[in-house]
């Protein structure tokens, strides 16, 4: 039996402790009477597999492992007091009233869940117009979830997402021109007296999703004018790609454009260039994290915010569809559903990202706790 085959054999019986001692100590002897026909020197860099033999050994290969206090789980807050509907795309997750929001986080967050992101969902008809009045309504579900939260869980960070589009009629990030397209300079006025309503509130984050050119430096600026911008984090969805990924969130949360799409400000998916540079502009313009979405299909622009803000948290938002895809395989049968949780999960930390929105939570504060 020569000397790899030997090794290889042990790996084999990496469970069978009793086996494993005994062709270790096989081991020993062969390597000693064989030490003279070995040779070390040259390629001792090629034996890998002794420093991942063991469970904890495996885990320490990675520069950062997933802990629950990198998780933010997505919250849908609908506008209608006792709704609690589950969302049919979306596999598992509801879209709650405000009554309902305390009993189901109650137990998440003695399992160590740490921050949520708010989503309102106004259904109430006539509640939408052009300019998404609706949003930063102080009877309104994001502004009530906030003070509700804020009081009822002393240490949950509370991130609420900034955005028009689940309160505009049109159902676009912003307000309109005649023609339809977004007027940015309108859209960032109202984008950011929405961050700061928020804020107000009680926010500890505000994430504006909007992609309007400019809302950072707006949002931050009147963060420091209202005395409030050391206490608030602000968090730019600085890289958020056009695509097919957010189907399942549009029916949660009714923001599905009423026309057209949202190709002429949510990033092209080929615009890694276009990426870099709203990533730099965001952190000149006063981001306090960089988020990047999708995620498992942007692990390169991950990488590159992390390159690109060396000092700055990268955030990464694995989205509804994303989320939703991983379901579907794995009812399918082509996988086991926690163990490509945890896969698509170590390749978003490894792209870059310490912080992670993913509707897989509550799931992982489980799986994280065993
Ligand atoms: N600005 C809205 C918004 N904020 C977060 C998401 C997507 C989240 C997900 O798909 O899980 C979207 C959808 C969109 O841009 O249409
Ligand atoms: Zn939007
Ligand atoms: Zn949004």
Known sequence: ????????????????????VSHLSRARSYASTAATSVSISGDISSQLHGGYSHPLARAWQAERQLTKSMLIYPLFISDQPDEETLIPSLPNQHRRGLNKLVPFLEPLVRKGLKSVILFGVPMASGSKDALGTAADDPKGPVIQSIQLLRRRFRDLFIVADVCLCEYTSHGHCGILRDDGSLNNTLSVERISDVAMAYADAGAHCVAPSDMNDGRIRAIKLKLIEAGIAHQVVLMSYSAKFSGCLYGPFRDAAGSCPSFGDRRCYQLPPGGRGLARRAIVRDINEGADIIMVKPA????????????????????????????????????????DLKA??????????????????????PEFLDWLSN
Do not use: C
């Open 1 to 20: 039996m020569s000397f790899s085959s030997l090794v290889s054999d042990l790996t084999y019986r990496d469970d069978d402790r009793e086996s494993r």
């Open 296 to 335: 498992s299909q942007y692990l390169d622009i991950i990488s590159d915010a992390k390159e690109l803000g060396k000092d700055l948290p990268v955030a990464a938002y694995q989205v509804s569809g994303e989320f939703a895809m991983i379901h579907a395989a794995a009812k399918a049968g082509v996988f």
């Open 340 to 361: 490509m949780a945890f896969e698509a999960t170590e390749g978003i930390l490894r792209a870059g990202a310490s912080i992670v929105v993913s509707y897989f939570t």
